[in-house]
């Protein structure tokens, strides 16, 4: 079965400062891998995802992730971290005929 | 209108009550799903409707009544709850239902359901 984890439950960085968010899945064979955001009171919403080719890939807001098959992670990266990226943040991933596993979710929270 | 709206925002009841949750997607999409998003624990799938057919129910108590009369359309019947079935109740939508999507989801804003 799909695992998706999620270290640190709760991040917190000084505004300005390097966004860092880990996720570790467990799959036998590469998996597509998301992340998606979710603001408070508000649904789900897709950051960026990786299916094939490129293993960094650029979302929106100007996060990134990179895709590492020999260490089986997909982190989240921001370069610089603005109070408006305060929310939780999920990892998830997905294989063919399987349905889409969530990791557990990661608060980050931005210091003035 | 446009991607997945849900109605109501907040729902307030009593554990005799009947309520209903509505779900509605713009997308042209063929699943739609339920989540259930408790404080502290992991988003939980509840059920997956594939061409309006079922295709997976998470064990979820018959306490939840889900019900897709279209593509387009997912209700969550809501009948005697417990006080631990407060929580944010999330649909979804995805192009290619279930199992065979491609893994992207598109939710609705939740609906913030407090059973008193």
């Known amino acids: 079965a799909q695992s998706v984890t999620q270290l640190g439950s709760h991040v917190s960085v000084s505004e300005g400062a390097l966004v860092l968010l880990r996720c570790n899945y467990s799959?036998?064979?590469?998996?597509?891998l998301f992340w998606y955001v979710q603001y408070p009171n508000q649904g789900l919403q897709l950051l960026l995802k990786?299916?094939?080719?490129?293993?960094l890939v650029k979302g929106i807001n100007g996060f990134e992730a990179e895709f590492k098959k020999s260490e089986t992670s997909f982190h989240l990266t921001k370069p610089s971290a603005h109070m408006s990226d305060a929310a939780e943040y999920f990892c998830?991933?997905?294989?063919?005929?399987?349905?889409?596993?969530f990791g557990g979710g990661t608060r980050l929270m931005v210091k003035p | 209108e446009t991607g997945v709206t849900q109605t109501p925002r907040h729902l307030v009841m009593g554990m005799t009550n009947k309520k209903s949750l509505k779900c509605e997607q713009h997308?042209?999409?063929?699943?739609m799903y339920w989540y259930k998003q408790s404080a502290k624990k992991p988003l939980e799938l509840m059920f997956v409707?594939?061409?309006?057919?079922?295709?997976e129910n998470n064990s979820v108590p018959s306490r939840f009544s889900p019900e897709c009369p279209n593509s387009s359309h997912l209700f969550l019947h809501l009948h005697t709850l417990q006080p631990e079935d407060s929580a944010l109740y999330l649909c979804?939508?995805?192009?290619?239902?279930?199992?065979?999507?491609?893994?992207?989801?598109?939710f609705g804003e939740g609906s913030r359901l407090t059973v008193l």
């Open positions: 998830a991933s997905h294989n063919a005929g399987n349905m889409l596993t």
């Open positions: 979804a939508s995805s192009q290619g239902g279930g199992r065979a999507n491609t893994g992207e989801l598109f």
């Open positions: 990786y299916t094939t080719g490129a293993t």
């Open positions: 409707y594939n061409f309006k057919e079922q295709t």
């Open positions: 799959s036998s064979v590469p998996p597509y």
């Open positions: 997308l042209g999409h063929n699943a």
